[in-house]
Structure formats: C-alpha cells, structure tokens
C-alpha cells in the first residue's frame, strides 16, 4: 500500500490527498512535518511535505506525484487523453504554483503566522498576484472546471493553492484576488461540493 507523508494544514499534501481520493486508491497517512533531519532526507531529499512511498522507494514535489499517480492507470484518468491537453493542464498547474501560489506566500509569515512582512514585498505581492490573474483568465477555461468539461489535477492545484491565496491577499493585502474573475469563485463552489474535497477538509479541521 502506498504511504503519504505530510500533515493535514499542507496544501501540498492536501492536493495529493484529494488525488488520491479521487482516484480511489488505497494509501496509509503518516503524519509528518517539514524537517532537515537526516531519515526523512532519506526519503525527501529537501525534506518537504508531501513524500509518497511506493513498493519501489520514494517520490517527492507534488507535480511528479501527480505524474506517478496518473502512470499507475489505476481509477478516473485525471489528466485528458490527448498530448496537447496533457500539456495544457500541466501549463495551468504551473502558472498557479508560479504566479499565484509563490507570490502569496512572500506574505504567509503576517497572513498566518503572527509575523510581518515589509510593505515593498507587499506591493511586489499584489503587482505579481494581479498578473498572475490575469494570466489565469487567459489560459483557464472554467467550462466548467478550469481546463474544460473535465476534472483534472489543474482543478486540484487550482482548489488548494488559489483558496490559500486568497486568505492571504485579503488578510495582508485587502486585496478579493478573484474580484474580476467571478468563474473562479464559481469553480471554487463546485470543487469544494466534491466528496474529496469534503472528506480533505474534515480531516483538516479534526486535525
């Protein structure tokens, strides 16, 4: 059986937690925090969170989880069939790491652990968050998911990262991050309705 290593405030882990949901296989939780120390390097070479174990070894970045996950051919596909779609979910999954997750979190320290951030990183913050957006409103289709008719990993990454974004633009930067992109704030709804997402966030909050 598969082990999934990490803890239920991850994002991370909770992005391949719902994968694994949603695809309807098997794995053992095995509560695990971030850490430098030398067994679980053995295992996550920059000892992050989310760290599957497979019959074979160990698989870290969340990305290529996704990737081994889909290999496997085991439950709902949730990448599409064809190469250019593939590359086109990936493309989404990256501009939300890159442009919406990264920016976000120069301001997790004030956002949501009692810290402070400057005011230049802040204004950096919400230059880069508005392009983000925007680049979001032209690659995403919200037909409804935001690659298309179809639920995929991009709509997984889409959940966790833009909802944690959002938290942190509006408690640091006053800023509604989906103000001018309302199909957004509708696929949030249709996500959050879905059992994965449903059974993620009660682990969260018993956690």
């Given at each position: 059986?598969?082990?999934?290593?990490?803890?239920?405030?991850?994002?991370?882990?909770?992005?391949?937690?719902?994968?694994?949901?949603?695809?309807?296989?098997?794995?053992?939780?095995?509560?695990?925090?971030?850490?430098?120390?030398?067994?679980?390097?053995?295992?996550?070479?920059?000892?992050?969170?989310?760290?599957?174990?497979?019959?074979?070894?160990?698989?870290?970045?969340?990305?290529?989880?996704?990737?081994?996950?889909?290999?496997?051919?085991?439950?709902?596909?949730?990448?599409?069939?064809?190469?250019?779609?593939?590359?086109?979910?990936?493309?989404?999954?990256?501009?939300?790491?890159?442009?919406?997750?990264?920016?976000?979190?120069?301001?997790?320290?004030?956002?949501?652990?009692?810290?402070?951030?400057?005011?230049?990183?802040?204004?950096?913050?919400?230059?880069?968050?508005?392009?983000?957006?925007?680049?979001?409103?032209r690659t995403g289709k919200f037909s409804p998911y935001i690659a298309g008719d179809t639920f995929t990993y991009a709509d997984i990454m889409f959940m966790y990262s833009v909802s944690l974004a959002g938290a942190c633009a509006k408690r640091v930067l006053g800023?509604?991050?989906?103000?001018?992109?309302?199909?957004?704030?509708?696929?949030?709804?249709?996500?959050?309705?879905?059992?994965?997402?449903?059974?993620?966030?009660?682990?969260?909050?018993?956690?």
């Amino acid at each position: 059986m598969l082990k999934l290593y990490g803890f239920t405030v991850s994002n991370y882990f909770n992005m391949v937690k719902m994968a694994l949901l949603e695809k309807d296989i098997d794995f053992e939780f095995v509560d695990t925090k971030p850490t430098q120390e030398g067994d679980y390097l053995a295992k996550s070479p920059m000892g992050k969170v989310p760290c599957l174990e497979t019959s074979e070894g160990f698989i870290s970045e969340t990305d290529v989880i996704f990737d081994y996950l889909e290999d496997l051919g085991q439950g709902q596909a949730l990448m599409p069939a064809s190469a250019y779609e593939k590359a086109k979910v990936r493309e989404l999954i990256k501009q939300l790491e890159l442009y919406i997750e990264l920016p976000a979190r120069t301001c997790f320290a004030e956002a949501f652990f009692g810290g402070t951030v400057s005011e230049e990183t802040k204004d950096k913050a919400r230059v880069s968050l508005k392009k983000g957006v925007e680049c979001i409103k032209r690659t995403g289709k919200f037909s409804p998911y935001i690659a298309g008719d179809t639920f995929t990993y991009a709509d997984i990454m889409f959940m966790y990262s833009v909802s944690l974004a959002g938290a942190c633009a509006k408690r640091v930067l006053g800023m509604d991050l989906l103000e001018d992109l309302p199909e957004a704030k509708a696929l949030s709804e249709l996500l959050a309705s879905r059992a994965s997402a449903q059974k993620v966030a009660a682990d969260q909050k018993a956690g």
